[in-house]
């Protein structure tokens, strides 16, 4: 077999990072699961972050095109949450690039695994850099820019960590108090937690 089905495989090695533990399962263990060969699954996904960051990847393209479609704006942390936002509702809703089950996944394994939360936050800040940059045509290290990445980075990484304790699953609660968290996280990153609205009801 010199093919393998990419969606199929991240569905999987996702399923096994979150019920077996990432660090306990390996890429034989996901090309088993696919009733594929290991080199085959090793030359499309390298290591195990690959998995992750093909989600990531997926929900970075769909917030530029949300930023693509609002105006500019002169506050990029905002722009980017905004973005973030309604990337976030659209797989919520079915109609993102990524399932709901795959974000929710990809978080919990981000929240319990300490090595891949620093390799995606690496590539958060490179990808995002870029983005912004060329989106207002400047470089990377424009200070505007590099403030923003280095802001929502932290944002990111706040919400992300808050997430080691949902469930494996997502459900109702969990996915409406996930918008609530970010911008909870969003207001006391950026000294403005007096202004929090209220959070979604204890079930």
Do not use: C
Request: net charge negative.
């Amino acid at each position: 077999m010199t093919e393998v089905d990419r969606a199929a495989v991240v569905d999987t090695a996702l399923e096994l990072f979150t019920s077996r533990g990432y660090n306990s399962t390996t890429l034989d263990d996901i090309a088993a699961a696919n009733a594929v060969q290991a080199d085959v699954v090793a030359a499309a996904f390298p290591n195990k972050e690959a998995f992750i960051l093909v989600v990531v990847d997926e929900m970075f393209t769909a917030i530029f095109d949300e930023l693509e479609k609002a105006p500019e704006a002169a506050d990029l942390v905002e722009a980017i949450r905004a973005a973030h936002q309604s990337a976030v509702e659209k797989i919520i809703a079915g109609e993102g690039p990524v399932s709901l089950i795959q974000m929710h996944r990809m978080g919990r394994v981000i929240a319990s695994n300490p090595s891949v939360a620093q390799a995606v936050s690496a590539h958060r800040k490179q990808v995002i850099g870029r983005g912004l940059a060329d989106r207002r045509g400047v470089d990377p290290d424009d200070p505007q820019i590099k403030k923003a990445v280095t802001v929502w980075s932290a944002i990111m990484a706040s919400t992300h960590a808050a997430a080691a304790h949902d469930n494996d699953e997502p459900d109702s609660f969990a996915t409406e108090f996930t918008s609530h968290r970010l911008n909870r996280t969003v207001q006391l990153i950026r000294g403005n937690a007096s202004r929090t609205t209220a959070p979604p009801p204890e079930r």
